[in-house]
């Protein structure tokens, strides 16, 4: 009794078709249209004699008129021009902990969308972190200005500066 009811369970599985999947081979075209519909503003850097971020910012004022179709292109070569940027290329009045964590927090940012899938760009939340990188820069490029601002005034005051060292004799007691 056992084998017949196993056999009849084993023709029934057996003869009922398996409902094949037709895969659908189609690519999935996306329209090739302007990424950002309203263009950021981008914070140019002041550029001095040291300059780090000459090609990462010609890069970066592509950015706002680049179609969809060529968006990653850009973004990774974006991120590879960021990666090269090391601390060490920072001028030296520059190389301060606050301006090199925005640094840090642009390329975050911006590692964030650099490998995403293109099917993905119409994505609300791949919108908001394109927003997001647009808006680390700006944050980073105004900290820098500022910073090379102060430390180009420190470096014309510092002559000014009477540097006479302290003795020991002459510290009063408090």
Not at 1 to 10: N, Y
């Amino acid at each position: 009794m056992k084998r017949t009811f196993l056999l009849f369970f084993a023709l029934i599985t057996s003869c009922s078709q398996s409902g094949q999947r037709a895969t659908n081979s189609e690519l999935i075209i996306i329209k090739n249209r302007d990424f950002f519909d309203n263009k950021p503003q981008l914070t140019p850097i002041q550029l001095g004699e040291e300059k780090p971020f000459t090609s990462l910012f010609a890069q970066l004022e592509e950015l706002p008129n680049v179609d969809t179709n060529t968006l990653q292109q850009l973004l990774e070569s974006i991120g590879d021009e960021a990666d090269r940027i090391s601390e060490k290329k920072f001028p030296d009045q520059l190389r301060i902990p606050q301006l090199l964590s925005r640094y840090k927090v642009f390329q975050t940012r911006l590692g964030i969308v650099r490998y995403i899938n293109p099917l993905q760009y119409a994505d609300s939340t791949f919108v908001k972190a394109m927003d997001d990188v647009v808006i680390s820069w700006n944050i980073f490029a105004d900290h820098y200005n500022r910073f090379s601002t102060t430390a180009d005034e420190a470096q014309v005051l510092a002559p000014q500066i009477d540097k006479t060292p302290i003795r020991y004799k002459d510290r009063k007691r408090f």
